[in-house]
């Protein structure tokens, strides 16, 4: 099975089921992991996939499947998981032998 196959297969079985709300387009849902950001006791965050250069307190970090290239929508792109919505501050691609295997991305929570 390839990594690909593998992460997605994973992401389709364990994950939260998240909606995405790009900026002008339709919302849709995904499968994927939001969870609290902390940089503390980590080696190299870069090892993981981390975008890099995002070390705020108080953010989140998403993983999710490569098929939903969230990597690429517009800015104001909002995710939103248990009546909870992120911004996307920051997000990328994680590649093994130049093949995506998933998807990263750094949020921070909506205020109103």
Known sequence: MKRSAF??????????CIMVFPKYK???????????LSF?????SNEIGIPFDHTEDGGYIYLGSCRHRIDRELEETQLEQHGVRYWIVKSRAVFVQNKPIYICAVLQQVVL
């Open 7 to 16: 992460m997605e297969a994973m992401f389709q079985k364990y994950g939260n």
């Open 26 to 36: 339709n919302k849709y849902q995904i499968k994927g992991f939001i969870r609290p």
């Open 40 to 44: 503390k006791k980590l080696p190299n």
